[in-house]
C-alpha cells in the first residue's frame, strides 16, 4: 500500500525556516517524481515544487523561487522542503503528492499524503 | 502561465441527479495532462480522473471525463450522497496549476 506522511509543519515567525519530510513507502520512490502542493486554509489547491526522479531537476512556483529548496532522498524514500524566508502568505497545509506516471506520457497526481500545517505568524 | 476556470463556483443539486462540470483552459491543453480530483472536507485531494478521460483505480464508473483543447468536462451521471464535496481540475504546462474549485452541494 502506497504511503506518503508528512512531517515538520509547525509555527513560524515570519522570516523564518523550516524543513517539511514526506516519508514514503509501499512504492519505489526512486522510479517517480514527487511535488509538493499546498492549500491555504479555505483556499484552493496550489502546486509549490517538482523533482525529478534522480532530483537532478527541480521546479517552482514563481512565488516562492530563491526561498523554497525541494530535494529527495532515495535511498531513505523521504522527500524534503526547505523553506526560508517564510511569509504570512505562505501558512498553508503541505501536502506531498507523488506522480502516477513513469514516464511523460501523462502528468498527474496519484496519491497524496495527508498533509502538514505550516503557519507563519508573529 | 495557463489559467484553467473552473465553472459553476457552486453547484446545487440532489441525489440522483446528474452534474456537469467545466473546467476552462486560458490556452490548450495536451489533454494528457489534465486531470479530475475529488477533496472531501478534512482530506487530501483524491484523484478521479486522469488523461482528461481516464479513470483512475476505483474512481466509480457514475464519473466521466471528457473534452480537449480548452475545454474540458467532468460528468457525474448519478448523485450519490458522497459526492457532494469539492472538484478541482489540474493541468501541466512547463508547471502545474489547479483550478480554483467547484462545490458540489444538496
Known amino acids: 500500500e502506497v504511503q506518503l506522511l508528512e512531517s515538520g509543519g509547525g509555527l513560524v515567525q515570519p522570516g523564518g525556516s523550516l524543513t517539511l519530510s514526506c516519508a514514503a513507502s509501499?512504492?519505489?520512490?526512486?522510479?517517480?517524481?514527487m511535488n509538493w502542493v499546498r492549500q491555504a486554509p479555505g483556499e484552493g489547491l496550489e502546486w509549490v515544487a517538482s523533482?525529478?526522479?534522480?532530483?537532478?531537476?527541480?521546479s517552482y512556483r514563481d512565488s516562492v523561487k530563491g526561498r523554497f529548496t525541494v530535494s529527495r532522498d532515495n535511498s531513505g524514500s523521504t522527500l524534503f522542503l526547505q523553506m526560508n524566508s517564510l511569509r504570512a502568505e505562505d501558512t498553508a497545509v503541505y501536502y506531498c503528492a507523488k506522480d502516477g506516471s513513469v514516464t511523460a506520457l501523462y502528468k498527474f497526481f496519484n496519491y497524496w499524503g495527508q498533509g502538514t500545517l505550516v503557519t507563519v505568524s508573529p | 502561465e495557463i489559467v484553467l476556470t473552473q465553472s459553476p463556483g457552486t453547484l446545487s443539486l440532489s441525489p440522483g441527479e446528474r452534474a456537469t462540470l467545466s473546467c476552462r483552459a486560458s490556452?490548450?491543453?495536451?489533454?494528457?495532462?489534465l486531470a479530475w480530483y475529488q477533496q472531501k472536507p478534512g482530506q487530501a485531494p483524491r484523484l478521479l480522473i486522469y488523461g482528461a478521460s481516464s479513470r483512475a483505480p476505483g474512481t466509480p464508473d457514475r464519473f466521466r471525463g471528457s473534452g480537449s483543447g480548452a475545454d474540458y468536462t467532468l460528468t457525474i451521471s448519478r448523485l450519490e450522497p458522497e459526492d457532494f464535496v469539492l472538484y478541482y481540475c489540474q493541468q501541466f504546462d512547463n508547471s502545474f496549476t489547479f483550478g480554483q474549485g467547484t462545490k458540489l452541494e444538496i
Open positions: 509501499g512504492f519505489a520512490m526512486s522510479s517517480y517524481g
Open positions: 490556452k490548450s491543453v495536451n489533454s494528457n495532462f
Open positions: 523533482i525529478t526522479t534522480s532530483g537532478d531537476d527541480t
